[in-house]
């Protein structure tokens, strides 16, 4: 990947985003939907001005993005994205940074071994970063599936895709309402963190709280074991205190009957902007009749990325992990 290839082409892309953005008088996101629906198929789907559209005619051809490679388009797009996004408080409006990421897609790849095809499933998806950032890793075929109930992310799920050239079957909904979807071989998502508003909707579920709200990431993790394969992996990022909060004792009573825990991996906090908001990645195992829990769950906590000879230790330790455990 070639940075002066991001640098330049996302200055382009954020020049016409903005010019969209005084020009309807939208949002920067709504604008890089338009912009991106514009390079990828030279109309927009948008009522829009004609001097917006004039302007789009004009300017979006100096976007090439079929000479560049999936992770220098994915990376562009995620430079814009995290501008749209920034000062946003809502925690479905963060975007899982890139090493983590990276990390994750290393990991899913040696879950997945000698598989021929994986099916992979992000029921967060938000703006498609963490599951692009994933399959552009994959050593095997895939099939890949995202929800998001938010309209102006799942369209930029849906526009970084297409420009990625990234297969992806994606559902525009609450992704705590039941799916028309097959159980996959691997979930993976950045958890969205805090209360889910639909009590009714909660009472279906074993996680719910007894009284008040219930705590979405908890149903996040139920609601993906149900669409994951016996044996199958589901690979979370997940908060700090989620073994600790109050109804965590529940938590662990369904995890111990329906998964096994395979890792807890703590991530570097030099990532995160305070303490508070310090995460792992949490992966489990979906309990199933050749199953068995790892003999020594990996429990460990990550070195700053930017160190690398700490890091390339700490991988040299998961690999002999792997090997110890046969994954």
């Given amino acids: 990947m070639k940075q002066e290839n991001v640098e330049q082409n ?13 020009k309807e008088n939208i949002t920067y996101l709504e604008s890089l939907v338009i912009a991106l629906e514009y390079i990828f198929s030279q109309v927009s789907s948008s009522e829009l001005m004609q001097d917006t559209v004039h302007y789009l005619n004009e300017n979006a051809k100096e976007i090439t993005l079929d000479k560049l490679e999936k992770e220098e388009i994915r990376k562009i797009i995620q430079l814009a994205t995290l501008k749209g996004m920034r000062g946003a408080t809502q925690q479905q409006h963060l975007i899982t940074p890139d090493t983590v990421a990276m990390f994750m897609g290393y990991i899913v790849n040696k879950f997945a071994g000698s ?27 895939y099939i890949a599936y995202g ?13 970084s895709a297409n420009l990625q050239e990234i297969d992806i079957d994606l559902f525009h909904q609450d992704s705590l309402q039941p799916f028309l979807l097959e159980p996959v071989d ?20 074993d996680l719910r709280s ?4 219930s705590y979405a990431h908890h149903l996040f993790i139920e609601q993906s074991l149900h669409y994951t394969k016996e044996a199958g992996f589901l690979m979370f990022v997940v908060p700090n205190f989620l073994f600790n909060s109050d109804q965590s004792d529940k938590l662990h009573l369904f995890l111990q009957k329906h998964a096994h825990i395979v890792a807890l991996l703590q991530l570097p906090n030099s990532i995160f902007t305070s303490e508070q908001q310090a995460k792992s990645i949490l992966v489990l195992q979906k309990k199933g009749e050749n199953t068995k829990p790892p003999k020594q769950a990996l429990i460990a906590q990550l070195p700053s990325f ?22």
């Fill in 186 to 205: 691997v979930v993976v998502s950045d958890l969205p963190v805090g209360y889910y508003p639909d009590d009714f909707r909660a009472k279906s579920f």
């Fill in 115 to 141: 598989e021929e095809k994986l099916s992979i499933f992000d029921p967060a998806i938000g703006s498609g970063n963490l599951i692009s950032s994933i399959v552009n890793q994959l050593g095997t075929e």
């Fill in 306 to 327: 930017k160190n690398p000879n700490a890091t390339l230790q700490m991988i040299e330790k998961i690999n002999h992990w792997f090997k110890e455990e046969g994954f």
């Fill in 210 to 213: 007894d009284e008040g709200h």
């Fill in 10 to 22: 996302f200055e382009k892309l954020n020049n016409i985003v903005e010019n969209i953005e005084t």
């Fill in 147 to 159: 929800s998001d109930v938010d309209t102006t992310l799942i369209q930029l799920a849906s526009m």
